[in-house]
Nanobody
Framework: QVQLVESGGGLVQPGGSLRLSCTAS????????MGWYRQAPGNERELVAT???????NYADSVKGRFTISRDNAKNSVYLHMNSLKPEDTAVYYC?????????????????WGQGTLVTVSS
């Protein structure tokens, strides 16, 4: 059993900031890449930011310079710091992680998703 739980979503005014958290739990032997995705009403789920086990980050062009992804391997957690929020950022944000468990062959990872947390940017 592996589970990702997100928190930190809510209502914020344009220009405001918000911090999302995601923690993995269960029988985890290791975690490779982690990331944040979002899905707005009427749109497909899109990548927001990713971070490798070594700390290399990647961001969608729409959030570069405003969002920062980070992780704490000791806590099996990943975070998304969002600044200068815009109404276009309104979406359900999902945490994603590639984890290694006993049932996963060497060199392979199980992709796990969180339940999602809603971020609403509105005045």
């Amino acid at each position: 059993q592996v589970q990702l739980v997100e928190s930190g979503g809510g209502l914020v005014q344009p220009g405001g900031s918000l911090r999302l958290s995601c923690t993995a739990s269960g029988s985890i032997f290791g975690i490779n890449d982690m990331g944040w995705y979002r899905q707005a009403p009427g749109n497909e789920r899109e990548l927001v930011a990713t971070i490798t086990s070594g700390g290399t980050t990647n961001y969608a062009d729409s959030v570069k310079g405003r969002f920062t992804i980070s992780r704490d391997n000791a806590k099996n957690s990943v975070y998304l710091h969002m600044n200068s929020l815009k109404p276009e950022d309104t979406a359900v944000y999902y945490c994603n992680a590639r984890v290694r468990t006993r049932s996963v062959p060497p060199g392979r990872y199980l992709e796990v998703w969180g339940q999602g947390t809603l971020v609403t940017v509105s005045s």
